[in-house]
C-alpha cells in the first residue's frame, strides 16, 4: 500500500521555524517530483514548493520569497519542507504530494497524496 505521511507541524509564534518531513513507503519515489501544498479552511489548495527528481531544480510559490527551502532525501524516500520565518498568513494544512513527472506546479498532476499536518502561526 503506497502512503505518504506527513508529520513536523505545529503551534509556532511568528518568526519561528518548523521543517516538515514526508515518508514514503509502498515503492520508491526517487523518479518522481515531489511537492507541497497548502490549505487554509474555506480557501483552494495553494502550491508551496516542488522539487525533481533528481533533487537538483526547485520551484517554488510566489508567497514564499526565500523563507522555505524543499529537500530531499531519496535514501530515506522523505521529502522535507523546511519553513523559517513564518507568519500568521502561512497557517493552513500541509500536505505532500507525488508526481510521476513534470514540475510540480499543477495540482492536478499529483497521483498521491498524504493526509496532511497542521501548521498554525500565532501572532
Known amino acids: 500500500q503506497v502512503q505518504l505521511v506527513e508529520s513536523g507541524g505545529g503551534l509556532v509564534q511568528a518568526g519561528g521555524s518548523l521543517r516538515l518531513s514526508c515518508a514514503a513507503s509502498?515503492?520508491?519515489?526517487?523518479?518522481?517530483?515531489m511537492g507541497w501544498f497548502r490549505q487554509a479552511p474555506g480557501k483552494e489548495r495553494e502550491f508551496v514548493a516542488s522539487?525533481?527528481?533528481?533533487?537538483?531544480?526547485?520551484y517554488y510559490g510566489d508567497f514564499v520569497k526565500g523563507r522555505f527551502t524543499i529537500s530531499r532525501d531519496k535514501a530515506k524516500n522523505t521529502v522535507y519542507l523546511q519553513m523559517n520565518n513564518l507568519k500568521p498568513e502561512d497557517t493552513a494544512s500541509y500536505y505532500c504530494?507525488?508526481?510521476?513527472?513534470?514540475?510540480?506546479?499543477?495540482?492536478?498532476?499529483?497521483?498521491?497524496w498524504g493526509q496532511g499536518t497542521q501548521v498554525t502561526v500565532s501572532s
Open positions: 504530494g507525488a508526481a510521476s513527472s513534470g514540475s510540480g506546479l499543477r495540482l492536478g498532476s499529483y497521483e498521491y
Open positions: 509502498g515503492r520508491s519515489f526517487s523518479s518522481y517530483t
Open positions: 522539487i525533481t527528481w533528481t533533487g537538483i531544480i526547485s
